[in-house]
């Protein structure tokens, strides 16, 4: 399995950015797919995620009204649309994959930076 996180770049406060994640080497039709991010210094946390299947949704409350993740099932790639960035948001951004029945996510991509200037 490969996922081909892209999309980050330095942008000014306010502005947006759409993440990418290309998914490939098996098929996800029982997987959840998310967005992670870590910050210098700081622990990777849980951004938002989407089943790949039925296309449900769940977002960090620091991130509601702000990020909308959504798949193209027919590229097997996954979005991030994020607006009105803040400074805060600034990480590298990853994308993952886990199985539905699972808790936690097996595949991980290697990660795309956001910067973002006050």
């Known amino acids: 399995v490969q996922l081909q996180a892209s999309g980050g770049g330095l942008v000014q406060a306010g502005g947006s950015l759409r993440l990418s994640c290309a998914a490939s080497?098996?098929?996800?039709?029982?997987?959840?797919m998310g967005w992670f991010r870590q910050a210098p210094g700081k622990e990777r946390e849980f951004v938002a995620r989407i089943t790949w299947s039925g296309g449900n949704t769940a977002y960090a409350d620091s991130v509601k009204g702000r990020f909308t993740i959504s798949r193209d099932i027919t590229k097997n790639t996954v979005y991030l649309q994020m607006n009105s960035l803040k400074p805060d948001d600034t990480a590298v951004y990853y994308c993952?994959?886990?199985?539905?029945?699972?808790?936690?996510?097996?595949?991980w991509g290697q990660g795309t930076l956001v910067t973002v200037s006050s």
């Open positions: 080497g098996r098929t996800f039709s029982n997987f959840r």
């Open positions: 993952a994959a886990g199985r539905i029945s699972y808790s936690w996510y097996e595949f």
